[in-house]
């Protein structure tokens, strides 16, 4: 069984004794979620609040340098990059409009740029383009029944390591659950990156390890853009604008935990 297999199992158990403990955790009715997220009418993007405080701002990293660009294609950037961040925040996410924002921003990357530096940053989740892909850099457990989708960030480090935080939302009056993804990253091609994930610490705080390199999680990601506080990916081998994840720049992880 590989990584993600062992995750499904626990997380599976996980929720079957939430349930079956509920007469005993009655404590947590006067605990009320906090920093709820919600799917629109279509029940296919994740809309994240507004306003989110993330406490100090860290020096510099909002402002990425692309080698190669003129002062104009900077100025376009960053006016691209805003728009596409407040149209994801907008209650209406206008798909369409994000994915023509996507494909203008896509030729001000420049090519010549190790993004690698501007990656290694926490990363949080504001807008996906349909649910399948929600999961394709996660666990996927948001699918299963009674379960929902509530938080996700990636972390990049400059040693090429990633840990991948998913929280989910459990019915009824439950805490939520906190999946910890761990592994490393490696540029796979132009605007390309390979994820392995080798460990996982569930829901009850017990690390799950995949063994083996065979049993490891691999996924794919394309780099659509990033910089300018906004990352853009789209899952999978092949790059395709209309299964995107767009991520706003997480300055303050520890804060934004503490908050869900």
């Not at 002062?71 to 209406?92: F, G, H, P, V, Y």
Request: net charge neutral; glycine share 8%; with cysteine.
């Amino acid at each position: 069984v590989n990584l993600m297999g062992k995750m499904f199992l626990k997380f599976v158990y996980l929720i079957c004794f939430l349930h079956q403990t509920i007469s005993f955790r009655s404590n947590l009715l006067n605990h009320p979620h906090v920093n709820a997220h919600e799917y629109l009418s279509n029940g296919s993007v994740l809309r994240s609040p507004i306003t989110v405080a993330f406490g100090k701002k860290k020096k510099g990293s909002r402002e990425l340098a692309f080698d190669g660009l003129t002062a104009d294609d900077l100025k376009r950037q960053e006016t691209l990059a805003n728009e596409i961040l407040n149209t994801c925040k907008n209650s209406s996410q206008n798909l369409s409009e994000i994915e023509t924002l996507a494909k203008q921003l896509k030729p001000l990357s420049n090519p010549k740029t190790i993004f690698v530096e501007s990656l290694s940053q926490s990363w949080r989740l504001i807008f996906v383009s349909d649910n399948d892909i929600l999961g394709a850099l996660g666990t996927g457990l948001h699918k299963l029944p009674l379960t929902r989708m509530e938080d996700f960030f990636m972390s990049f480090g400059s040693g090429k390591e990633i840990e991948t935080l998913e929280i989910l939302r459990v019915l009824g009056p439950f805490p939520n659950v906190k999946n910890t993804l761990n592994g490393s990253f490696k540029v796979s091609g132009p605007g390309q990156i390979s994820i392995t994930y080798n460990s996982m610490i569930d829901g009850t705080g017990k690390e799950i390890k995949s063994g083996s390199s065979e049993t490891d999680n691999k996924v794919e990601a394309n780099v659509i853009f990033v910089g300018n506080g906004i990352l853009i990916l789209s899952p999978g081998k092949s790059e395709s604008f209309k299964k995107l994840m767009v991520f706003e720049v997480e300055d303050d992880l520890e804060a934004a935990l503490k908050k869900l």
